[in-house]
């Protein structure tokens, strides 16, 4: 989504912008999707990197967001006239970011727990070439033989740091507060751990957007997105107050559903990690039937 809104010139859109690999600016990362942020570098450099905080892996489960990194979201709102953020890294922090940018839509754009868990543990880089594009096809094919077993460098985007193995990690840390600790989570294999941090993901930005944001939140999943991306696109354009950018999207891929997404592991693991009233969740019924 975040290339669809790309495409309309009357936006600004910054790509995950507390994420740590922007200290490597100007470089281009592999993707190519900082030229907004090289823009702005251009124009403002003293007042980029004065501004910049990034939210570390720690910190991504910590409700509360630093002065430093207020102050670096409302520098990046206040860029251009109509501003779209990739907030990866702010899934519980959207109380917080009310105070800062307080006539925002927030547009949460989610995937099945299966396909969200297959993303992590069956990485699919095809902008990497050479040596070591093959080296990670090997080990992609070498992750798909061990995908329902893996227990250890289950995640290729940090979050088996952030789920940590303990009861006295960041994240179990959050769980104990909120009451909602999972017994028998660090024994469960990645996907399961996966499937469980997704469910408490979904849950709290659900929850916070509705209650923070209103009517100016958007809740939309990237299956339906995928499968009709105009209608998808037409309205939110609509919620935004905004004309279609009048762009064709024929160029959305179909979404992949994960790994063997109708195996019954997922359905079994899905009980064990409370996801089993999928009454609440229907567009996983698709799968699961």
Known sequence: MWRAFRKDKRLTCYDEPFQNHLINLPELNSKRTTHEFLDLLRRDTSGFWNMYAPIGENEEVVESM??????????LMKSSKHVVCDLTRCCFKLRELKDVVKEAYVIHLYRSP????????????????????????????????????MKTGYSGW?????IGNSK?????AYLKEKGIFLEGL??????GKLMY??????????????????????SLPF??????????????YEKLGLNPAGVDYKYVNKSNSGFH???RRWKLMAKTVRLENIDRYPWITNFWK
């Open 66 to 75: 630093s002065d430093t990194q207020k102050r670096y979201i409302g520098f």
């Open 168 to 172: 006295h990690s960041v994240f179990a």
């Open 114 to 149: 299966q396909a969200f868990a297959s993303s992590q543990m069956v990485r699919n880089r095809t902008e990497v070439g050479g040596v070591l594009g093959l080296m990670m096809k090997v080990k992609k094919q070498i992750d798909k033989l061990r995908f329902w077993s």
């Open 197 to 218: 941090f997704w469910k408490v993901c979904y849950e709290k930005v659900e929850r916070d957007g509705k209650l923070y944001f209103g009517d100016r939140f958007l």
């Open 223 to 236: 299956e339906t997105f995928c499968s009709s991306p105009n209608s998808c696109m037409t309205k939110i």
């Open 261 to 263: 997404p109708k195996n």
């Open 186 to 191: 660090n024994g469960l294999p990645g996907y």
């Open 158 to 162: 940090g979050y088996e740091s952030i």
